[in-house]
């Protein structure tokens, strides 16, 4: 049986896989089983921060596991301590963190801290998390319940109580009522259209939360690690959240997801915990990641990249206004808003084959999320590759 038939008949049918299989790649560069060549516009969802086949992290991840790949985290483990230091003090906030292994368990872990912040802080017990319209949080019944999308929602309950929807951050303070315990928002709505939220309006509201004892959780499972040109988005916010997600860029690859806070003390030893989180394997490559994309932040080239592929993203757009309808996002989290759904499906697969890697978010947003370390000679050809796949629509 080749790939495709083993697959088909031995692993679930829960995506909607496209007819190809890549075998290697180098930086924005893939290699498909045929031997065919595509640009990747989208790094494996916003994972592969420093490109695919990166010579220092595989490094790092061969030089750890061939000492010690795993033991438990009933013991020190040397990477994960290192780890949590780099994230910590990249983000400049006075935190400290826990890692899991996804997005949806960091987010997890976020609500068990804001959960317990409310059980214990206050005299009535409060419960409740106020999340938005669009949002995406993860697919575990809990963080599928915390995401704003009825659609979402089938099949699966009964769901756990107390997540509230609004419909934007304006509509929040509405919501907020004594059993409030915490809000938790993307600064950047990722899987819901690549959607930034207005800073002004979030730097409000987090005043807001604050003179109410209710917690901010900023998910950053898609806009930490320097997606959007810091850090975090919460620093490009200017904002000082009590407890921030991380997964897909932070691990370059490997599965890690990490929650962050202020409230050092809520958590006691068996509250939470994990068997695979933050073990030497996975914190070995984050610590490689961080020194890699600290580096490129201060070098300028992170910067200077951006620019220049937002500038290309921007020539492609004004020559093809008869497909989108605008240009959103923020850093190398870019977006294109297609004129429908039809359109944007067409978009993608001619872009497929015509060897470039996009990516749909919501129902009409064409995707973009390069690797950070993505150069100009790829870019070129990425954007050259896309104009041709589009230019017979
Ligand atoms: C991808 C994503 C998640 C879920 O991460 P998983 O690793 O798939 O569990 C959660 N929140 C946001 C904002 C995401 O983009």
């Known amino acids: 049986m080749n790939i495709k038939e083993l697959d088909n008949k031995y692993v679930l049918p829960t995506y909607a896989r496209a007819d190809v299989e890549f075998v290697s790649g180098k930086n924005a560069r893939l290699i498909d089983s045929n031997g065919k060549e595509y640009i990747d516009f989208t790094s494996g969802i916003g994972v592969v921060s420093v490109g695919h086949g990166n010579e220092r992290v595989s490094s790092a991840i061969c030089k750890q596991v061939s000492e010690i790949t795993h033991m438990s985290n009933l013991y020190y483990i040397a990477p994960q301590a290192r780890a949590a230091q780099k994230i910590v003090e990249a983000s400049g906030y006075d935190m400290q963190c826990f890692f899991g292994n996804s997005g949806a368990e960091a987010n997890e872990g976020a609500i068990k801290i804001a959960r317990k912040f409310g059980e214990r802080d206050g005299e009535v017990k409060r419960y409740k998390i106020i999340t938005l319209q669009h949002s995406f949080h993860g697919r575990t019944i809990t963080t ?26 304006a509509h929040v303070e509405s919501l ?23 800073k002004e309006e979030v730097q409000a509201l987090a005043k807001l939360l604050m003179s109410k004892n209710i917690l901010l959780i900023v998910d950053e499972v898609q806009t930490g690690g320097y997606r959007t040109g810091e850090f975090l988005a919460s620093n490009l916010y200017e904002i000082e959240p009590d407890i921030v997600t991380l997964a897909k860029g932070v691990g370059g690859g490997v599965p890690v997801g990490v929650v962050m806070t202020s409230l050092k003390g809520i958590l006691s030893a068996g509250d939470h915990g994990s068997t695979f989180g933050g073990n030497y394997l996975s914190t070995a490559a984050v610590c490689e990641v961080m020194d890699i994309l600290n580096e490129y932040k201060k070098s300028g080239e992170l910067e200077t990249n951006t620019a220049y592929f937002n500038g290309e ?21 870019c977006g294109l808003r297609t004129k429908n759904a039809e359109t944007l499906t067409s978009v993608i697969n001619n872009a497929r084959e015509n060897g470039v890697m996009v990516l749909k978010a919501g129902k009409n947003t064409l995707r973009f999320l390069p690797p950070l370390t993505i150069t100009k000679e790829e870019i070129d050809e990425g954007f050259k590759a896309l104009s041709n796949a589009v230019s017979s629509l």
């Open 176 to 198: 907020l009522d004594d059993h409030t315990c915490a809000v938790m928002i993307e600064l950047v709505q990722g899987e819901g259209g690549v959607q930034p939220q207005n």
């Open 313 to 333: 993203l921007e020539k492609f757009y004004m020559a093809n206004r008869n497909l989108f309808t605008s240009r959103v996002g923020i850093g190398m989290m």
């Open 144 to 169: 599928v319940k915390a995401t704003g999308q009825e659609a979402m929602h089938n099949y699966f309950g009964p769901y756990p109580d107390g997540f509230v929807y609004a419909d934007n951050i």
